[in-house]
């Protein structure tokens, strides 16, 4: 095996625990039942490292088994790197027909087409996902196979989840998805998290999305602060109001769990007291984050809780009934473009 399809491996294996390096080598199906028990799981890493590679060269697997290994790697843990959503446009009529074998055929001619080294590899998920490996190179040098862009695409649906592209390289995925996929052309979804089963739940609507109708009623569990009923029902009634108001903004079960929305803000000083910041032609410009290991819960609670005002600004419900966590809010004046919520590339 040479040095490079060591040093991937090497990276693979530093990657998991030590616990879990069999059962990943067991789904790669590359060792023998025998190699598998000769190994000590318990022992350190690099010498982990150096029996495998002993073994591999043993079998004489070379790069291109290896790249197989760190695909089954990714897959196994998504939700790594950030992975950002694009979203195909303009289906053809005979989108909904494609097959698997007909996206692989075209997605690779057209790429081997533009470019000429680069390496692809495919692979269909349990879940119907497509992942794809792509290993950049071009007319002069070989495909770099230490940063590789992965791509994650279920056939007939309008998303594409992207990691570790660089610009000189999109304009090419792009025209090879839309041309596999049979759409007119693809956009930024403007929605990127280091989750890529986050991202998906969000998009593809894979969570239980349940929001409040006029019966729905708010857990008793509450403990009222006065034992007069007038004060219990008035504590009663707002408590059941916010609960109302958070959970139509996001829902009322467990949301996909982003860890941050962007806002960009492109605005006009608005306050009576200073002509000269109420004067100035060129536009404010900051922005605002939101982090939190779970965001749109978080949100949630802050309104249920009443640690926030209601009702909910269309800013932050806009997170998960629009499937975005990036947006540009633009001044309102006359003669400017409105595009509060509107959000760009």
Request: glycine content about 4%; aromatic content about 8%; some cysteine.
């Amino acid at each position: 095996m040479d040095a490079l399809a060591t040093s991937i491996l090497n990276r693979i294996i530093r990657r998991i625990p030590n616990k879990n390096i069999e059962s990943l080598l067991k789904k790669w199906n590359c060792l023998s039942a025998d190699q598998l028990r000769a190994l000590d799981y318990t022992r350190p890493k690099w010498m982990i490292v150096e029996h495998i590679v002993s073994f591999c060269e043993e079998n004489r697997l070379n790069l291109k088994h290896i790249t197989t290994l760190e695909m089954i790697y990714h897959i196994e843990n998504p939700n790594q790197g950030t992975w950002h959503a694009c979203q195909l446009a303009e289906a053809q009529d005979d989108a909904v027909c494609v097959e698997l074998t007909q996206f692989k055929e075209q997605f690779k001619a057209h790429l081997h087409g533009v470019i000429r080294h680069i390496s692809i590899k495919m692979k269909k998920h349990e879940d119907e996902a497509i992942w794809i490996r792509i290993a950049w190179g071009d007319n002069f040098s070989k495909p770099n196979h230490l940063k590789p862009t992965y791509v994650v695409h279920h056939l007939h649906t309008s998303y594409v989840f992207i990691s570790n592209l660089m610009v000189k390289h999109k304009i090419f995925l792009c025209q090879a998805l839309v041309i596999a996929t049979k759409h007119g052309y693809i956009k930024d979804g403007h929605l990127s998290t280091r989750s890529l089963t986050a991202m998906r739940d969000l998009l593809l609507r894979h969570y239980q999305q349940v929001f409040p109708n006029e019966h729905s009623r708010i857990p008793q569990e509450r403990n009222t602060l006065s034992s007069h009923p007038c004060i219990g029902k008035e504590h009663g009634d707002h408590e059941e109001m916010r609960h109302q108001m958070s959970c139509e903004a996001f829902g009322h079960s467990p949301s996909p769990k982003l860890e941050t929305a962007v806002y960009r803000l492109e605005t006009r000083y608005r306050g009576n007291g200073n002509n000269t910041l109420s004067d100035r032609e060129e536009f404010f410009r900051g922005v605002v984050r939101f982090s939190s290991s779970s965001l749109l819960d978080s949100l949630r609670h802050c309104v249920a809780s009443g640690m926030a005002e209601g009702p909910v600004t269309p800013l932050l419900s806009a997170i998960i009934q629009r499937g975005r966590n990036y947006f540009v809010i633009t001044d309102k004046s006359p003669g400017v473009s409105s595009q509060a919520s509107a959000q760009r590339a």
